[in-house]
């Protein structure tokens, strides 16, 4: 965490991926956004996993302060990388020109009834692998949302592991014996999803699908088609070269810019908010201004289209 010493230092960017203690982050809402004002950010958005009520807390204690905090969420999706290949993407979601519409709420309740059912899959399987563990005290971690870190905190309380990213490699992660795969939407029902509830749609840390750059270009192209407006840049895993790279594609591929720290607290100590890792990213104000034009657009076209 930044120390008092450091306050101000990240004035005029912002942050547009972060998480609370609503879904899995550690830090609550109000912490999160007095450490925001403290390092000087102009702007935060939460985007916890399936869930709104972490910026629903945070504006709360923003009321009388410069800061500003933007509604976000962020969303499972399985993405087609070639005709027999699956990758797990996420997709990043900014509602920037008013609450999220009724549907997209009623949308989420049954993806948290789809993780539900997921997790008691995964408490399942773990006991099949001789490990003590139930859904109810994973359950009593979570908040609104109830993920896998919260799976890996009680393996590592128990003993099990020697820490959450322990937990992760040798329990519950994509390659661990115990992982259960969530229900999703394809990448691009999702992005339908997102910007039919008045959302933005942006690809998140595009690193992690590991795709061979051609593949990778043919993939964002047809998400673009899709309906896809942006791609995370600026990602704490994101080396310079990276988000040289990703800067580059999303100029050339007519998709806005955008980036975070993808910050969770203590879970991920060496991620930074603001900042990333060893201060790799720097956000400027102008990502959120195109993001913000855009979402502008989709309200005109919106209108428009009620017109006829």
Not at 120 to 148: M, P, Y
Not at 180 to 196: C, D, L
Request: aromatic residues 8%.
């Amino acid at each position: 965490m930044r120390k008092g010493g450091e306050a101000k230092r990240l004035a005029g960017f912002i942050d547009l991926h972060t998480h609370t203690t609503e879904s899995d982050g550690t830090l609550t809402p109000e912490e999160l956004v007095n450490l925001a004002e403290q390092i000087g950010l102009d702007a935060l958005a939460i985007t916890d996993h399936d869930t709104f009520a972490g910026f629903k807390e945070a504006v709360r204690f923003t009321q009388s302060r410069s800061l500003r905090v933007i509604c976000g969420i962020e969303l499972n999706s399985r993405l087609q990388t070639d005709k027999a290949g699956f990758r797990a993407a996420h997709l990043l979601g900014y509602f920037l020109a008013g609450e999220p519409l009724p549907a997209f709420h009623a949308w989420l309740e049954q993806q948290r009834t789809s993780r539900r059912k997921r997790n008691e899959k995964l408490a399942e399987k773990l006991r099949s692998h001789g490990i003590d563990i139930t859904l109810e005290e994973v359950e009593a971690r979570g908040k609104a949302l109830t993920g896998r870190v919260h799976f890996a905190r009680v393996l590592t309380e128990k003993g099990y592991a020697a820490n959450v990213e322990d937990a992760f490699a040798r329990f519950i992660g994509e390659d661990a014996p115990s992982f259960v795969e969530r229900e999703s939407y394809s990448a691009e029902e999702a992005i339908r999803i997102i910007r039919s509830g008045g959302g933005v749609p942006v690809l998140a840390h595009p690193v992690r699908l590991s795709l061979p750059q051609d593949t990778e270009r043919v993939v964002l192209e047809r998400l673009r088609d899709a309906g896809l407006a942006g791609l995370e840049v600026y990602h704490s895993e994101h080396s310079p070269q990276m988000q040289a790279y990703y800067r580059r594609l999303a100029e050339e591929l007519d998709l806005i810019p955008t980036g975070g720290s993808d910050f969770h607290g203590s879970v991920k100590p060496d991620t930074e908010l603001g900042s990333g890792v060893n201060d790799n990213i720097r956000v400027p104000r102008s990502f959120l201004d195109r993001l913000e034009q855009f979402a502008r657009q989709l309200v005109l076209e919106g209108r428009q289209q009620q017109s006829y």
